[in-house]
């Protein structure tokens, strides 16, 4: 059964650092595109960051760049997203996702961890 | 890169049916999504792909009253037999080149 388990999440001021992980089990993690996906209380899913089966290549939403770095670690399973000069609307429930990885011709997310809260605010 | 549009809001009820649509921008018609269900408090769930011609694919657990299709730019989620755990948002989603893109996310009401 695939897992993915979301941890790191916290209250940190405006300004802070912070770094989530996501646990991933029951499939082959280096064969696979990772991605974050948030949600802002109330509101819909954005798209934050995804990285590739070996970190070589990684993309990012316009708003996150130079502030978040996503990466991962295939011998312990786990993904990463490094978090820095944080602000009030980053404030969100972030979620691990992995995605097709082309199988099927699809690039689209076939499974979803159940998140994490990260809440900025002085 | 492509842009997905879903209504804010739909109702059906009990027992019935409903379509959900998910409509690609101009340029982007030939475009796979994906749909992905939220029930109230937990995380999304992916529910199927649904490519241009009209074919679909589900995920694994997906009830047999839930079905996908296609015309044009738009791609649609038809739940049958309507059941209250079905009262969730639901967002289609697309990829293009290293970009992601969800869309607004339709809130399903079943009365």
């Known amino acids: 059964e695939v897992q993915l388990v979301e941890s790191g999440g916290d209250l940190v001021q405006p300004g802070g650092s912070l770094r989530l992980s996501c646990e991933a089990s029951g499939f082959t993690f280096r064969s696979y595109w990772m991605s974050w996906v948030r949600q802002a209380p109330g509101r819909g899913l954005e798209w934050v960051a995804t990285i590739n089966q070996d970190g070589s290549e990684i993309s990012y939403v316009d708003s996150v760049k130079g502030r978040l770095t996503i990466s991962r670690d295939n011998a312990r399973d786990s993904l990463y997203l490094q978090m820095s000069s944080l602000r009030a609307e980053d404030t969100a429930e972030y979620y691990c996702?992995?995605?097709?990885?082309?199988?099927?011709?699809?690039?689209?997310?076939?499974?979803w961890g159940r998140g994490t809260l990260l809440t900025v605010s002085s | 890169q492509p842009v997905l549009t879903q209504s804010s809001s739909a109702s059906a009820s009990l027992g019935s049916s409903v379509r959900l649509t998910c409509t690609l921008s101009s340029g982007h018609s030939t475009y796979m999504i994906g749909w992905h269900q939220q029930q109230p408090g937990k995380a999304p769930r992916y529910l199927m792909k649904?490519?241009?011609?009209?074919?679909?694919d589900k995920g694994s657990g997906v009830p047999d009253r839930f079905s996908g299709s296609s015309s044009g730019a738009d791609r649609y989620l038809t739940i049958s037999n309507l059941q209250s755990e079905d009262e969730a948002d639901y967002y289609c989603e697309t990829w293009d080149s290293n970009v992601r893109v969800f869309g607004g996310g339709t809130r399903l009401t079943v009365l």
């Open positions: 649904v490519e241009g011609s009209g074919s679909y």
């Open positions: 996702a992995r995605e097709a990885s082309g199988y099927g011709s699809s690039w689209l997310f076939d499974y």
